[in-house]
């Protein structure tokens, strides 16, 4: 089975930093794609940032100059460094992966969800 685990979140004041993480484990033979999503209350999930497999990174414009995205394939393990936090980005941060299993079968994992506050 493919189990990713997601850390890093908190309570943390407006323009603190935090740094999530998010490990991947399990029967893979390739991780594509990988991003973090986020989901405020009452609002749908929203793509913060991806990184394919060569290390192309994207960002949703409200994030591009103050979080940045990066993995390490060795560990299977995506990151994400938030600095200058806005209380606009208090949501509940969800790992994802696109991966090909170890029967080649391409498909979306999605972590835990780790809730990430940021107070004014």
């Known amino acids: 089975q493919v189990q990713l685990v997601e850390s890093g979140g908190g309570l943390v004041q407006a323009g603190g930093s935090l740094r999530l993480s998010c490990a991947v484990s399990?029967?893979?033979?390739?991780?594509?794609?990988m991003g973090w999503y986020r989901q405020a209350p009452g609002k749908q999930r929203e793509l913060v940032a991806s990184?394919?497999?060569?290390?192309?990174?994207n960002y949703a414009d409200s994030v591009k100059g103050r979080f940045t995205i990066s993995r390490d394939n060795a560990k299977n393990t995506v990151y994400l460094q938030m600095n200058s936090l806005k209380p606009e980005d208090t949501a509940v941060y969800y790992c994802?992966?696109?991966?090909?299993?170890?029967?080649?079968?391409?498909?979306?994992?999605w972590g835990q969800g780790t809730q990430v506050t940021v107070s004014s």
């Open positions: 994802n992966a696109e991966l090909l299993d170890r029967v080649l079968i391409n498909r979306d994992y």
């Open positions: 399990g029967s893979i033979f390739m991780i594509n794609a």
């Open positions: 990184i394919t497999s060569g290390g192309t990174s």
